[in-house]
T-cell receptor, first 114, second 115 residues
């Protein structure tokens, strides 16, 4: 069965700290990978995506993620978080063939204290 | 440009009732998907429609149905509501021909509460 596992349910950091959120997936085949963010009171927005090519992808607001195929992982990183990064972060996977069906992890709530 | 719009934003229904949720995709997008997000969980895929045809269906009972109209807007219907149907229902649109290598844009969602 297809699944996505996010190891950290809640993360609390101080401003300027570095961030790494773990994401592992289980999927039988080639995948596309995504990180979405949901700021308080707002809709889900795409942070970054990986379809193919360079496994290190850069997204908006200084976020990046690295696809490690051998580890079935797609961890999200940011060198220095800001208070405005407080949000819920979702990792998602989609098969690279067939119809578009995103499988999401349970999400990680990030709280950045000033 | 307007993003994905959903209506209503909030809804309270009684067990056993039926509900219809509506979604208008981004202009030019022909693919619409529906997701259910229960509190504390990630969104779960319900349906995908492209050009008015169902392209994919998640693991949801037959009480859930959907359709897409010629203008690419979509409705999600849920019959015989159960307390467990209480959730945030998300609509996403994409420009794909139902293919996977595109980004899905999400609406704000409809918060359904079943009492």
């Amino acid at each position: 069965a297809q699944s996505v596992s996010q190891h950290n349910h809640h993360v609390i950091l101080s401003e300027a700290a570095s961030l790494e959120l773990g994401c592992n997936y289980s999927y039988g085949g080639t995948v596309n990978l995504f990180w979405y963010v949901q700021y308080p009171g707002q809709h889900l927005q795409l942070l970054l995506k990986y379809f193919s090519g360079d496994p290190l992808v850069k997204g908006i607001k200084g976020f990046e993620a690295e696809f490690i195929k051998s580890k079935f992982s797609f961890n999200l990183r940011k060198p220095s978080v800001q208070w405005s990064d407080t949000a819920e972060y979702f990792c998602a996977v989609n098969g690279a063939t067939g119809f578009q069906k995103l499988v999401f992890g349970t999400g990680t709530r990030l709280l950045v204290s000033p | 440009d307007a993003g994905v719009t959903q209506s209503p934003t909030h809804l309270i229904k009684t067990r056993g009732q039926q509900v219809t949720l509506r979604c208008s995709p981004i202009s030019g997008h022909k693919s619409v998907s529906w997701y259910q997000q229960v509190l504390g969980q990630g969104p779960q895929f319900i349906f995908q429609y492209y050009e008015k045809e169902e392209r994919g269906r998640g693991n949801f009972p037959d009480r859930f149905s959907a359709r897409q109209f010629p203008n690419y807007s979509s409705e999600l219907n849920v019959n015989a509501l159960l307390l467990g149907d209480s959730a945030l229902y998300l609509c996403a649109s994409s420009s794909s021909r139902g293919q996977v290598n595109t980004e899905a844009f999400f609406g704000q969602g409809t918060r359904l509460t079943v009492v």
